[in-house]
């Protein structure tokens, strides 16, 4: 299978501190992939010159058989809209928008009707164990609940690839087992390749592979030890 | 003590944006404190010209020493207050009043410094003749003199004279005409004259259109600077802070910053006393010392406002301070009642049944205006909220449900953003339309001269003749008649109508002055005064309210604008690293301001419209839409607004610019 999004050499300078000193990566489709690092890592670094928000200053970006790492800004916005998912620690839902109205969000943005955009949302309660919480606000959800609504969002557009950044940083330890749990089951149902950073060892255990960022570079790769079972399907 | 040197210490490494926060706040305390005490100067100023005004009333004493008399007489239309004084015989003697050196001896006049100008500037067969001619006139000083415009003359009389003693004792509640023996001047009088009645009344009214918003404002900077310090605060809360503490400090911050900008606004309020000073209000501009309100309340102003900054900043922290990891949690969002409708169609139904009666009286009309503004403040909110439900409901576009979505999340909020505009709308509707100066009686042209049947020996046909041989001989072309059928006239009397504009009425008005010893002629201006100074108020009020109204709705709605950009930076920074364009969130942005305030706004001034179209058509008078100078309200109201909100784009592209921050 070829690879859903890889990175070439990629190195990414602040400064004179070094973040990314030459690291090569990819990710398969239905392929999960935790990056791991201590802080300062360039872990974080590593997700963003992948996804199209940082460019590297060396390296390239490949999106299937497209090169991201060069698009212009409005392009790769689009990019980000249409073909990737993000999830991220909290803060991502508006606390004004139902829970519908926040996942149907990315489809209204990039051209769906609102009624549309809203059947379609709703299509993904149901999966994510949200049922009957479509019209609350994410004020009145539990933080596992909003990190579901979250990944239905990062969902909804049926993005080639879905990144996480510390997507059960807020959440203690038996709700982020679930959350994670899910979100690797329904991106890999749904076709798309996952990156997620995390610096929870338990969490990584449920992606297929694991790579240890170190000091800008990739110090270990190594695939997991307790890789769930992934059922293929593509929705 | 300890938090304060502390706080000192994080604000001055607070970095350049840090600065420009505390900036922006203190510029906004600095508007508010302008504003305030402009307001409370007018109003304070109000009350001493008032007292200075006093004493040309008489105040009735039996057993006084002198005869006052008070009239009022007209030249271009602007009243001239006229004071005539007889020392009676075998009485001690009488202490002179305000402003003149000594009690005016028979035969002298003084006059007010602007009266003397305007005697040497027109002819004197239009005003000078009115009065006696001595060989040099003495001048009013600044004591007895409400305004530096004022017109006034004292003229000493003997107490025998006819232009003393035929005067009427009261003029039956115009308060432009009264006599009676007084033994002094000395007084502050509750009732200052009838031209100065609406000088207080009209700047309590501008202290009520305007303090809402002003206070708005200075709630909004509060808010800025807290979401500027929320990030630092945050790692001092990590670091082991209380969040009493946290408070504390986030408050002393608050305070200093906004004492310092309410100081740069009192010091503003001083260096532009003398040129607010030449702003006309009622009889005229003012003597800047009675604008100047004094040290307390200088201080009062300031502290009530830092006062009011810090609170909300405090307020506007409390979520971040209590909250264990930072995450503003929001929990049910506020409804509005619909009690609120309930109220505004009370207060509707009343203000719709007392209007229809008529005959409000200017009392009347105010109070119901008010009533107006209280019934729109209770709805405002709850029309907020259903607008954006109604529009949430319908919208299509994400910015259009992202603008709907944050109004009825919020709806107090965007309410108060809008309100000042809103209010200001009223205002600039009504006063564009309104009609006002064409209340009361309406008889241009004529010039009469009332005979009371004590003048007995002439009968009113025999003056009419007289009047018009000193007509004619002035080069007037006019037509004179005795007791004519609908006049001015209020009793027995001749009426002449003159051909011709302002000069000649005051020319009319000198020639016939003496054609019956002691009777003053006098035009439609008399019996209009007090309406026609209250109007020229009302005006003069609402424009100022507008001007101001827009000013800090303007600079709240940009404030307000930039402290949620603030608030919401993470959430904002995380839609646009997931795609979401930066124009989209500009637009929701502009949108969630703009709703309201078209709807509502275009709703009061609609209403102002409206109130002023029936207001006319009561009075009888023709309607004519200022059309031009409503729009030209509109428009920039329209634009001050947009320019304030789209002020804060470059904060939203910074704030959103680095997506890789880590989370503050």
């Not at chain 1, 070439?8 to 090569?24: I, M, N, P």
């Not at chain 2, 006052?68 to 005539?84: C, K």
């Not at chain 2, 809008?418 to 064409?438: D, H, K, M």
Request: hydrophobic share 50%; aromatic share 6%; proline share 6%.
């Amino acid at each position: 299978m070829s690879e859903a999004l890889a990175g070439y050499g990629l190195v990414k300078k602040y400064g004179s501190a070094t973040a990314l000193a030459g690291v090569d990566v990819a990710v398969r489709a239905r392929e999960s992939l935790a990056i791991m690092g201590p802080s300062g890592s360039g872990k974080s670094t590593l997700l963003h010159v992948l996804a199209g928000v940082i460019r590297p200053d060396e390296g390239r970006v490949m999106l299937g058989e497209e090169r991201i790492d060069r698009l212009g800004e409005n392009r790769l916005s689009a990019l980000r809209r249409d073909r990737f998912g993000f999830v991220f620690q909290s803060g991502q839902l508006l606390p004004e928008l139902p829970a519908e109205e926040n996942v149907a969000l990315p489809l209204m943005l990039s051209g769906s009707r609102r009624r549309e955009a809203v059947i379609r949302a709703r299509r993904w309660f149901g999966p994510l164990g949200l049922d009957g919480l479509e019209r609350r606000r994410p004020g009145q959800l539990s933080g596992g609940q909003a990190q579901r609504v979250a990944i239905a969002r990062a969902l909804v557009v049926e993005p080639d690839v879905v990144f996480a950044d510390e997507p059960t940083g807020a959440l203690d330890q038996a709700t982020g087992e679930e959350v994670i749990r899910l979100l690797t089951t329904v991106t890999g149902s749904l076709g798309a390749a996952l990156v997620m950073v995390t610096h929870d060892a338990g969490v990584a255990a449920h992606c297929d592979r694991i790579v240890q960022v170190r000091d800008g570079l990739i110090a270990g790769r190594r695939q997991s030890a307790v890789a769930p079972t992934r059922n293929g399907a593509a929705s | 003590m300890n938090s304060i040197a502390l706080t000192w210490k994080l604000a001055r490494t607070g970095g350049r944006r840090g600065w420009q926060g505390q900036l922006l706040a203190a510029a906004a305390a600095a508007i508010s404190v302008l504003i305030l005490l402009l307001l409370l100067a007018v109003y304070l100023g109000a009350g001493t010209r008032g007292d200075h005004a006093a004493w040309r009333t008489p105040s009735p004493d039996p057993r006084g020493t002198a005869v006052q008399a008070l009239s009022t007489t007209f030249v271009r239309g602007t009243p001239v207050t006229v004071v005539q004084l007889a020392q009676l015989p075998d009485r001690p003697a009488t202490a002179p009043p305000p402003g003149l050196t000594d009690f005016s001896q028979p035969g002298e006049v003084y006059l007010s410094p602007a009266l003397a100008a305007l005697i040497r500037e027109l002819p004197a067969g239009q005003l000078a003749g009115r009065f006696p001619r001595p060989a040099s006139y003495h001048t009013i000083g600044r004591a007895g003199l409400a305004s530096p415009d004022e017109l006034i003359a004292v003229i000493g009389r003997t107490p025998a004279d006819p232009a003393i003693s035929s005067l009427p004792e009261s003029d039956a509640g115009l308060g432009l005409t009264a006599r009676a023996v007084v033994s002094g001047f000395a007084r502050t009088a509750a009732n200052p004259g009838s031209l100065f009645a609406f000088d207080q009344t009209g700047a309590l009214m501008a202290v009520g259109l305007l303090v809402v918003p002003v206070l708005v404002l200075a709630a909004a900077s509060g808010r800025l600077g807290a979401a500027r310090r929320e990030q630092r605060l945050a790692g001092l809360r990590l670091a082991g802070a209380t969040p009493r503490q946290i408070l504390a400090m986030t408050g002393a911050e608050a305070f200093a910053v906004g004492a310092a900008g309410a100081m740069a606004g009192a010091a503003a309020y001083g260096l532009l006393l003398p040129l607010v000073a030449r702003v006309p209000y009622g009889v005229g501009a003012w003597y800047p010392g009675d604008l100047w309100v004094g040290p307390a309340y200088l201080i009062a102003m300031i502290v009530l406002i830092a006062g009011v900054i810090a609170v909300s900043a405090m307020s506007a922290l409390r979520r971040v301070a209590m909250a264990p990891l930072g995450v503003a949690r929001q929990a049910d969002p506020q409804r509005t009642r619909t009690a609120r409708l309930v109220v505004f169609l009370v207060a509707a139904g009343y203000i719709g049944v007392r209007a229809s009666q008529g005959n409000l009286g200017i009392g009347g009309t105010l109070t119901l205006m008010l009533l107006c503004y209280g019934a729109y403040l209770t709805l405002g909110p709850w029309v907020v909220d259903r607008l954006g439900r109604i529009i949430g409901r319908f919208a299509r576009r994400p910015a259009m449900l992202l603008a709907a979505r944050r109004l009825s999340d919020d709806p107090r909020g965007a309410w108060r953003t809008v309100s000042g505009l809103v209010l200001a709308g009223f205002v600039a509707g009504f006063c564009s339309v309104a009609q006002l100066g064409a209340i009361g009686a309406s008889y241009p042209g004529q010039v009469a001269v009332q005979v009371t049947p004590a003048e007995g020996g002439q009968t009113v046909e025999d003056l009419a003749a007289q009047a018009r041989d000193r007509l004619r001989a002035a080069g007037l072309i006019a037509t004179v008649q005795a007791d004519p059928d609908d006049s001015l006239l209020w009793d027995s009397g001749i009426v002449a109508q003159i051909t011709g504009g302002p000069a000649e009425i005051d020319t009319a008005l000198t020639v016939l002055t003496g054609l019956v010893p002691g009777v003053a002629p006098y035009t439609q201006d008399l019996g209009n005064a007090d309406i026609t100074m209250t109007v020229r108020q009302l005006g003069q009020v609402g424009f100022a309210a507008l001007l101001l109204g827009f000013l800090t709705a303007a600079t709240s709605a940009g404030l307000t604008a930039a402290a949620t950009v603030l608030d919401r930076r993470r959430t904002y920074r995380l839609l646009r690293l997931a795609g979401t364009p930066l124009a989209l969130l500009n637009r929701a942005r502009t949108w969630e301001t703009a709703v309201p305030l078209v709807i509502l706004a275009g709703g009061t001034t609609a209403l102002g419209v409206f109130a002023a179209t029936r207001l006319n058509s009561m009075v009888g008078t023709g309607q004519s839409t200022n059309a031009g100078r409503l729009a030209a309200c509109v428009l920039v109201g329209a634009v001050a607004m947009f320019a304030a909100i789209g002020a804060s784009r470059p904060l939203l592209r910074a704030v959103t610019a680095d997506p890789v921050r880590a989370d503050d």
